[in-house]
């Protein structure tokens, strides 16, 4: 049945989607040329690499460590991840024995700027329901296992600060490049549903 | 206020079933609907607690069960009828019918760039002292605004601790309803799981919220 | 449960809009769910704990649109499959395709006035002596039990005070999830509305739940 | 949109109860003739009718409301108003200062062998979610306007007790049958979202 609504609802909304635009466009609302600069600045520009790329230069530089969990609204805007959803930023470094997850339970606020735009997941009631109360089954649908001595950080997102965690570098990347650490940090890693990935 | 979007310790809604691969948008119309509503936002006619606000007060099985981009457009259509610029008949005719109210701040493609890497902060010159410190035992209140508000039904009534002192930030509470950005100091503030939850709770997990001081007492 | 069930307190859902002049049934089918709920409880499958857990349990955004005989419906269905009477082959065909489980307990014309005059009192033999008096103040415990409770999120936490002692009576708790009867001692506690919703509360109102023993501890 | 489903859930609804009850019969699950007979007892039997001649009854007789106000569950089982939600039952008495009003935030408890099954509005969200924390708003909705100073009581049937509301007897209906007094009161004054109607 549900299925059924699903088909009927993207005809649905294509149609009524299309007649809002039509409209706003007819009155000279928006720009058309400007609906397309948005998208392409979502799709193409600003997306979880530019987050990796902020783990990957704490891993290999600790005063740029230093620096971003001082000030990583200074840190991050310096690598030129500025804007919307990231104007206040704060990065929380995982340790051996502690695990912070992020969480927007009000809403879906997350760190565009470093991230891009949040996943269906990352909005939708089960993760903003379970997250700040069950976090490790949670964690566990996603595949990771934490230590039951692990301290569990859960940062529930209710004001504009935006979180950027930093999980551990895996072992075995001594020496790689920051370019090539940057492969290990997937966005879960930096919302804290995910590990860096080891080589 | 108390409404569907408040989803903090809520049961019932089955796993989180995260997607592999999975892709930006899942339709065409859910990039049309990213697009138009920050080039609306960019009109200035409401604020980002007014446009939460308009989301969350949909009806609340419709919250539940629409994806967010459709709850994104629902809420829109909403700001953009309260505000003048497109009335439900002109929904339904698929055309314009009346003049815009404010067509001159359209937002052009040179000025996209800009304004997205700009973004808008929120903090503010405080208007006073900080009533907290880090460190200070408080209880959040027990407070049941039918407005807007952002402080999580799970932590009313709850103690906990200040982490940090984050200076003065626009107050959404206010700034939802036409009440002005009203900043007051912003706060992080760290629960333990087992205030929150009850004895049974996993010891090892703690919450953090950012709490504006009209949320907190001392404790 | 933290499930879609427990509304007290929540906003957005709009007027009560009474109906005027409403009829008992909006449609012959609810007519016929509330029969066939009241003729398959009398199998014994399963408590009106378990059940209310069953209606509860569906997916919040159905429960919050279903109409209520729907619910029923729908509850309905997951209590036969669970003991293994109508499995969801048979619903999708439209005919038994297997031997019932306990067509010995079914209901007769004859009985129904028996059954329905006779009810199902909840009251037991108290195993101990009342924890608490009339008078006594008492804090709803801030428990979130992932199972049936009948302590709604709003009192918890919150400070009361005893208003009746009801003898012993079935713990919903346990009784829903096959733990039997387990009986505690059931209280009516009252509760200033301003402990409940904050101090902008209309200061006539009281609220009262009936709790049982281990909801509550002293304050 | 909604009438568009409403229509079609109409239509699924009656195939698929149709659909169970089909099976059920072919079990021998249930009986036909006892589902009339249920429907029948709730149609024709028992109903507000009943919960208005307790109310005459304490009206008209002092002793009884003494007996109603110590143990209505006696009280009414005395008059045959027996039976299923309607095992425990206690009896609240509006006064000049203080209004009952009943509600089930949990799901849809009410005192079935007293008021017979409850009316939509009863079980619905919007009379659930503000019945415990705005009475007066909703009273208002039910056309009731009660002086600033009368204490509103609330009830939340969490438990197996059933509330009947005892609205208070209206002026000028001194010397009236048992009969003609139980036609001032409708289901909602014993809800408490209404009054005794004034003759």
Chains 1, 4 share one sequence.
Request: glycine content about 8%.
């Amino acid at each position: 049945m549900h299925d059924h609504i699903e088909t009927s609802e993207t005809e649905e909304m294509t149609a009524r989607v299309r007649a809002l635009e039509t409209i706003l466009v007819e009155k000279c609302l928006v720009d058309p040329a400007s609906l397309d600069a948005i998208i392409e600045t979502y799709s193409e520009h600003v997306g979880p690499q530019n987050g990796a790329a902020v783990v990957a230069r704490a891993w290999s530089d600790p005063a740029f460590a230093d620096w971003l969990a001082r000030d990583a609204t200074a840190a991050i805007h310096s690598l030129g991840f500025t804007g919307r959803q990231g104007e206040h930023m704060q990065a929380l470094f995982n340790t051996p024995d502690s695990h912070n997850l992020v969480v927007c339970t009000l809403c879906s606020c997350y760190p565009w700027a470093t991230l891009g735009l949040p996943p269906v997941w990352y909005k939708s009631p089960p993760y903003r329901a379970r997250a700040v109360r069950d976090p490790r089954g949670v964690l566990a649908e996603f595949g990771v296992d934490l230590p039951a001595e692990t301290r569990i950080h859960v940062w529930d997102s209710t004001a504009e600060l935006r979180y950027l965690v930093i999980p551990m570098r895996p072992a075995g990347t001594e020496g790689w490049s920051e370019g090539k650490l940057a492969t290990c940090v997937s966005r879960n890693a930096m919302i804290g549903t995910g590990l860096a990935a080891r080589p | 206020m108390n409404g569907p979007q408040d989803l903090g310790g809520q049961m019932g809604f089955g796993p989180v079933a995260p997607e592999v691969d999975e892709p930006l948008f899942h339709a065409d119309w859910e990039r049309r609907v990213l697009a138009i509503t920050l080039a609306c936002a960019a009109l200035g006619h409401w604020t980002i607690d007014e446009s939460r606000h308009a989301r969350e007060s949909l009806p609340p099985a419709d919250y539940l069960y629409f994806s967010y981009y459709r709850i994104w457009f629902e809420a829109l259509t909403h700001l953009l009828a309260r505000h003048g610029e497109v009335s439900t008949q002109e929904l339904a005719s698929g055309h314009a019918l009346a003049p815009p109210v404010r067509a001159q701040r359209c937002l052009s493609a040179a000025e996209v760039p800009g304004v997205l890497s700009r973004g808008g902060p929120s903090a503010r010159d405080p208007l006073g002292p900080a009533l907290f410190a880090r460190g200070q035992r408080v209880r959040a209140r027990n407070l049941h605004a039918e407005g807007h508000t952002r402080l999580p039904r799970y932590a009313r009534g709850r103690i906990g601790h200040i982490e940090a002192v984050h200076g003065a930030h626009v107050f959404p509470d206010a700034n939802a309803h036409g009440g002005g950005e009203a900043p007051q100091w912003l706060y992080t503030v760290i629960f333990d799981g087992q205030a929150l939850w009850g004895p049974d709770t996993d010891p090892t997990l703690s919450v953090r919220i950012d709490a504006w001081e009209s949320y907190l007492e001392p404790a």
